[in-house]
Every structure is written in structure tokens, then in C-alpha cells.
């Protein structure tokens, strides 16, 4: 099973401000990667995924995240948030031939006024 | 849009009770899943059922067990709650049997307190 890092438990940023969710994996041939998103009192939702292709993937709410194989890294970028993406980040990832999702310990974003 | 409804938000429950956390799914998905979630822990898989009847323990299966008796209902059964098992629970759905690169669609938690 695959071992997911989030780098930074809290971020606070300021409305209008970029920012950057770190999230690495343990080393696999091949291997799909999520972010989800849980607002206050709600379940995940899926923010966007890679499967293959690409390694550039974008959100339809202007969050971009990128794959670099070689460092196995999967980080979540917006260039300017709004008080509304106040929320917590999950990366998440499984191998290529298996169901199972691991999910890292999640990034707590607060968006400030 | 999928709904995936968990039957209640929030569980108070003595220790040694038995509980039972509820998920029911309206799209057809194949796949359901249980998690607990825990902070700075993340989501941990207790379960999964593929299909009617069959299941296969997550990373964490110890003191839950499962039943799938229909298609969109997957319950999860807490034989003899223990203090340690306080926890958010998500239930989560995905389509096609194999389940691999899917979006799995959650409900929104039950936050279950065991006294």
C-alpha cells in the first residue's frame, strides 16, 4: 500500500494570496493521485485527479495540481483563494491496479479576509 | 448528482453497545467503502464491498465487521463499542466493479462518541 505525505498540517493564507498544498507518495511504478476537499460539516469531494497523460490537472474552481514522477510529488496550487476555499485537503493515492485509496493526514487551509 | 446518505450525523454511545452506522447510495455504484477519520491521521479503510453480499477487510477491521444485503445500503456494525472507536465514520460509493481510478463519492459523517 502506498504511504502519503502532506507536508504542512495548517496553512493560513490571506484572501487573494497563492497557495501551495504539498503532498508526496511512497515510490511506485505506477499510480493514480486525487485531492479531495471537506468543507465544514460536510463529506470529501473530489477536486481533481490524474490518471495518466498530462501531468498538469486542473480543478473547474482554478486549483491546478501537478505529477513529477521523479519526485514523487502531487502538489495542489491556486494562485489567488477566496474566503470560500477555507476547507481541509486531502491527497490521495492508489496504485494502478488497486482499489484501495491511501489518504494522507490532510491540510487544513483557513482563508483570512 | 450522486448522494451518498449516512443515517445519522451524530452517535453517542456507551461503551460495550452494539452500534450500527447506516449508508445508503442512490446511483447503482458498484464499490462501497467504510472509513473513520481521525485528526492527523487521515481516512483509514475498514472496509469494502464490491458487490451484494461480498466484502473485504480495509487497513483497520478489527472491532467493525460489515453487511451488504442490497446493493445501496452498506452497514456498518461496531459488535461491542469501545472508547477507542470514537471517531468520524464516511461512507463513500464508486461505479464500476473494478474500482480503480474512480471517484469515490462520500456522504457527509456520523461522529460517533462512545462514553
Known amino acids: 500500500a502506498q504511504s502519503v505525505t502532506q507536508l504542512d498540517s495548517q496553512v493560513p493564507v490571506f484572501e487573494e494570496a497563492p497557495v501551495e498544498l504539498r503532498c508526496n507518495y511512497s515510490?511506485?511504478?505506477?499510480?493514480?493521485l486525487f485531492w479531495y476537499v471537506q468543507y465544514p460539516n460536510q463529506g470529501l469531494q473530489l477536486l481533481l485527479k490524474y490518471l495518466s497523460g498530462s501531468t498538469l490537472v486542473e480543478s473547474i474552481n482554478g486549483f491546478e495540481a501537478e505529477f513529477n514522477k521523479s519526485q514523487t510529488s502531487f502538489h495542489l496550487r491556486k494562485p489567488s483563494v477566496h474566503i470560500s476555499d477555507t476547507a481541509e485537503y486531502f491527497c490521495a493515492v492508489s496504485d494502478s491496479n488497486d482499489y484501495k485509496l491511501s489518504f494522507g493526514a490532510g491540510t487544513t487551509v483557513t482563508v483570512r479576509a | 448528482d450522486v448522494k451518498v446518505t449516512q443515517s445519522s450525523r451524530y452517535l453517542v454511545k456507551r461503551t460495550g453497545e452494539k452500534v450500527f452506522l447506516e449508508c445508503v447510495q442512490d446511483m447503482d455504484h458498484e464499490n462501497m467503502f467504510w472509513y473513520r477519520q481521525d485528526p492527523g491521521l487521515g481516512l483509514r479503510l475498514i472496509y469494502f464491498?464490491?458487490?451484494?453480499?461480498?466484502?473485504e477487510k480495509g487497513d483497520i477491521p478489527e472491532g467493525y465487521s460489515v453487511s451488504r444485503e442490497k446493493k445501496e445500503r452498506f452497514s456498518l456494525i461496531l459488535e461491542s463499542a469501545s472508547t477507542n472507536q470514537t471517531s468520524m465514520y464516511l461512507c463513500a460509493s464508486s461505479y464500476r466493479p473494478s474500482g480503480i481510478g474512480d471517484e469515490q463519492f462520500f456522504g457527509p459523517g456520523t461522529r460517533l462518541t462512545v462514553l
Open positions: 515510490s511506485s511504478v505506477s499510480v493514480y
Open positions: 464491498s464490491y458487490d451484494v453480499k461480498m466484502k
